[in-house]
């Protein structure tokens, strides 16, 4: 039988003790030295420096979190090529066991995203996905299928971390804000038959940033059963306390992510005096347990 | 100087007298025998019989259309080689002088939008994407940067043509619909500096669908220089007179798309009948000329 995937993420934030999720956001120009590509090397060449570089990651950051979040538009920009080394490091995640989930944020319809969720968890293999719920919540019930019938997850963008998010997230309706309706349906249908696992905990989950305490912690209530992923910590602004409301009793329901300010790290501030480039593995080690920590302290002991 | 989209377009679309976007869905089981990969080939052979097909496909189409539309995630339904398959379609379209708009709705934030604009413009070569706006209006920014400097073009989400588009799309507020709000502004940032062409349209477009011709018609006029693609023209209910209040004077403005209904209509209805699969080139170039000429007999004279 198929394990729920909130279940085995809950069992690896439990197995790891972290609610660390490192966001793997290639940029060829920052790689450490022994990766990065020589000027005008071929779009072939840096996909796959990008490839290596991402497994490398990978190498340290498994045994230290429970989840990791390729960010395909990096890879993306390479075209084929990229999205070889994507899949590359989606399957590297996996042989070292980490779960993975895909920040593809697609969105569309019917037979269109039935093609997507084929490609994200058919083909690629991930366990999770990021989808824009703009279009409908029609829209997921091919995500939906593939999270009853074969341990999949997803997480609904409801409310970003970045400047703009208010544009539309934040128009009022009626008493409540368009998020805020949202956040409501996607309770709703993450208590649907087949959808929630054992622990407690929903196959949908939610993106929802750090950058507004007080909101997370207000959808948190409309949504007690959704696993939410937490962008915006580090490099956006965010810090441990800000993300106290995300989490259930126990530590359990949510993942913080931060891309450049664990891998990148060592190029910059206090890390590049410490560790530098060559040592950039260890810089990596670093902030992950820097913010493996501080999240862990802002956690409540289970009911 | 580098042409703007929208003036690229205009002059394709009276050069051809053609407001019709063909879009490119493959789909393996549907393809013609020629091209049908065998049960249980490899994901490298059904992508490349994909391509082969779409360029054929191409060859019938390019002289009748000003613009074709390939639906990504039928691509990325085979990862990395479906990518390839997708970058061979593009390449190929252009190389027959169509226009390509890459149905990719990606929305991101910053240097995430930065990275998916590299790789459909700069690295593929899409002349214009469509753009998810659920993260807000600041994640255009990188794709107006293309729009502005390069000659690219965006449509942007607005009211699509599924069941379950009204789940935000149509949520009320104050006295205007989500989406109309969104009009509102796409218009505003439409008729910014550097991105009116002198045709009178602008870079910056509107995807609103065919199935509400009165919504259509309304947003037109929220929207009195934006480009329009309008989906849900055959295969979804819509027809040639409900896209009426699409089209500026003299036929500009607007292109309305179809997929199936051109593509794989050989294989259903009266054109299994005229034509059959052998016939297949046949019958998209009579299902394409019939819609050519349903849609110029909805629009009226130049002002």
Redesign the interface.
């Known amino acids: 039988l198929t394990v729920p995937f909130p279940d085995r993420l809950e069992s690896a934030i439990q197995a790891k003790n972290s609610r660390v999720c490192v966001g793997i956001?290639p940029?060829a120009a920052r790689l450490p030295t022994e990766f990065r590509p020589p000027e005008g090397a071929s779009?072939e060449a840096i996909a796959s420096a990008i490839a290596d570089w991402a497994i490398a990651l990978l190498d340290v950051v498994a045994p230290l979190v429970p989840i990791v979040k390729p960010?395909i538009?990096?890879f993306?920009?390479?075209?084929?090529?990229?999205?070889?080394a994507?899949?590359r490091t989606v399957a590297a995640a996996r042989e070292r066991g980490v779960l993975v989930l895909s920040d593809v944020?697609?969105?569309?319809?019917?037979?269109?995203?039935e093609?997507?969720a084929?490609?994200?968890f058919?083909?690629?293999g991930a366990d999770a996905v990021t989808l824009?719920?703009?279009?409908?919540?029609?829209?997921l019930e091919p995500f939906l299928h593939w999270c009853r019938t074969a341990g999949k997850g997803m997480y609904v963008?409801v409310r970003?971390?970045?400047?703009?998010?208010?544009?539309?997230?934040d128009?009022?309706?009626?008493d409540a804000k368009?998020h805020e309706?949202?956040a409501a349906?996607l309770a709703e249908i993450g208590a649907g038959e087949g959808l929630m696992g054992a622990s407690g905990v929903s196959s949908v989950g939610a993106v929802v940033g750090a950058t507004y305490p007080e909101e997370l912690a207000a959808l948190r209530t409309v949504m007690p059963t959704t696993p939410l992923l937490v962008p915006g910590y580090g490099a956006q602004g965010g810090g441990a306390e800000g993300c106290r409301g995300a989490f259930l009793p126990g530590g359990r329901g949510a993942v913080v992510s931060s891309s450049r300010g664990i891998t990148f790290a060592f190029g910059q501030g206090d890390h590049a005096e410490r560790f530098g480039d060559p040592r950039w593995r260890e810089s990596v080690e670093a902030a992950v347990v820097d913010m493996r920590d501080a999240l862990n302290g802002v956690c409540t002991p289970a009911a």
């Open positions: 956001d940029r779009v960010q538009a990096f993306e920009a390479y075209g084929a090529a990229g999205f070889h994507f899949e944020k697609r969105g569309d319809i019917g037979s269109t995203s093609a997507y084929q490609g994200h058919g083909h690629i824009n719920p703009y279009l409908g919540l029609d829209t963008l970003t971390s970045n400047p703009g998010a208010a544009d539309l997230q128009l009022v309706v009626g368009v309706h949202l349906r």
